[in-house]
C-alpha cells in the first residue's frame, strides 16, 4: 500500500466555480478525515466517516461543502460556488483499528490539494 | 470544547542540541496523542502515538511524553540535526474516534 493518495495536488480556479477533491484511504481502513490547514495553523477538522457513514460534521462547515465516501473506500470533498476564503489545504487522513501494517489507531495523512480561488 | 496549545511558536537551535516541545490540551478524557511533522507544503507524517494509558514512547532519537492529569505532553528530540527542521504539531484524539484536535504547531530551524 502507498499511503493515503489526494488528487488533485494543486487547483486553481475562480471564484464562483466548484471544485472536486478525491481521496483514496490506505486500503481496509475503516476511518476517513478530511481536515483544512491554512498557513500558520493547525489542521481543522471538516468531517469524518465510519465505513461509508458520514459520522461528524463540522459546524464550520457551509452548506456549499459536501463529502462522500461511497463503498466506504475512496472519498470526494466537493465545494461549490467557492470563495476567496475557501483558499487553503485540504487534507485528507485515515486510520484503522484492526489488525495490519497501518492499524492501532495511528492517523495518517495525504500529501494535501492546494486549493487557491483567484 | 478541546484547545491544544503548543509552545513555542517557533525555536531556533545549533545543531546538535536536545529541545523540548510542548503541547497542553484543555480536556483530559482523551483516547490518544498524536505528534507530526510537517515539512513546507506538505501532509502530516505521524512521529508518535501515545495511547492514554501510556505515559511515554520512543522512537529512535525522539521520545514523547503524556501527562494526561495536568493536560500535558513533550516531545523531546535528542542531538537535534538541520534536517529536523519541520513544523511539529501534536493532536489529541477523543474517545469515539471522530475528531482529533490539533494545536498550531513549532516551527523548528535547526542551525548546522
Known amino acids: 500500500d502507498t499511503g493515503v493518495s489526494q488528487n488533485p495536488r494543486h487547483k486553481i480556479t475562480k471564484r464562483g466555480q466548484n471544485v472536486t477533491f478525491r481521496c483514496d484511504p490506505i486500503s481496509e481502513h475503516n476511518r476517513l478525515y478530511w481536515y483544512r490547514q491554512t498557513l500558520g495553523q493547525g489542521p481543522e477538522f471538516l468531517t469524518y466517516?465510519?465505513?461509508?457513514?458520514?459520522?461528524?460534521k463540522s459546524r464550520l462547515l457551509s452548506d456549499r461543502f459536501s463529502a462522500e465516501r461511497p463503498k466506504g473506500s475512496f472519498s470526494t470533498l466537493e465545494i461549490q460556488r467557492t470563495e476567496q476564503g475557501d483558499s487553503a489545504m485540504y487534507l485528507c487522513?485515515?486510520?484503522?483499528?484492526?489488525?495490519?501494517?497501518?492499524?492501532?489507531?495511528?492517523?495518517?495523512f495525504g500529501e494535501g490539494s492546494w486549493l487557491t480561488v483567484v | 470544547k478541546q484547545e491544544v496549545t503548543q509552545i513555542p511558536a517557533a525555536l531556533s537551535v545549533p545543531e546538535g542540541e536536545n529541545l523540548v516541545l510542548n503541547c497542553s490540551f484543555t480536556d483530559s478524557a482523551i483516547y490518544n496523542l498524536q505528534w507530526f511533522r510537517q515539512d513546507p507544503g506538505k501532509g502530516l507524517t505521524s512521529l508518535l502515538l501515545i495511547q492514554s494509558s501510556q505515559r511515554e514512547q520512543t522512537s529512535g532519537r525522539l521520545n514523547a511524553s503524556l501527562d494526561k492529569s495536568s493536560g500535558r505532553s513533550t516531545l523531546y528530540i535528542a542531538a537535534s540535526q538541520p534536517g529536523d527542521s519541520a513544523t511539529y504539531l501534536c493532536a489529541v484524539g477523543r474517545y469515539n474516534f471522530n475528531k482529533f484536535y490539533f494545536g498550531s504547531g513549532t516551527k523548528l530551524n535547526v542551525k548546522p
Open positions: 487522513a485515515s486510520s484503522s483499528n484492526r489488525g495490519g501494517l497501518y492499524s492501532g489507531n495511528t492517523i495518517y
Open positions: 466517516f465510519q465505513n461509508e457513514a458520514q459520522l461528524e
